[in-house]
Nanobody, 124 residues
Framework: QLPLVESGGALVQPGGSLRLSCSSS????????IGWFRQAPGKEREGIAS????????ICADSLKGRFTISRGPAKNTVDLQMDSLKPEDTAIYYC?????????????????WGQGTQVAVSS
């Protein structure tokens, strides 16, 4: 199995919410910068948010601020992405990834370990 696993993807109606979770059996997530990314058909993979080992976070686009929130779970063994007010354009495969970097980053090139992705579809 891949060291990172995403879960929580689903089909939701516009305006709905989802909470995605990233977990790992290969290493301790709290020791790595974890990012969430998404890729829609025909589009490049884009950064959503990342969280550093310090707890510092970064949301990668103004359009996501106020709707998407990244956090580490209480036990520090997951990194969650809370998605609210979902729109059809949020439809994509969502990935989490790990990087050995000190600050939250949005460029997928910084991240070397990836999960298999979880499908999020927003449609009425």
């Amino acid at each position: 199995q891949l060291p990172l696993v995403e879960s929580g993807g689903a089909l939701v109606q516009p305006g709905g919410s989802l909470r995605l979770s990233c977990s790992s059996s290969g290493f301790i997530l709290s020791q790595y910068n974890i990012g969430w990314f998404r890729q829609a058909p025909g589009k490049e993979r884009e950064g959503i948010a990342s969280i550093a080992t310090s707890g510092a976070t970064r949301i990668c686009a103004d359009s996501l601020k106020g709707r998407f929130t990244i956090s580490r779970g209480p036990a520090k063994n997951t990194v969650d992405l809370q998605m609210d007010s979902l729109k059809p354009e949020d439809t994509a495969i969502y990935y989490c990834a790990a990087a050995a970097i000190s600050t939250p980053m949005c460029d997928p090139g910084f991240f070397g370990s990836w999960g298999q992705g979880t499908q999020v579809a927003v449609s009425s």
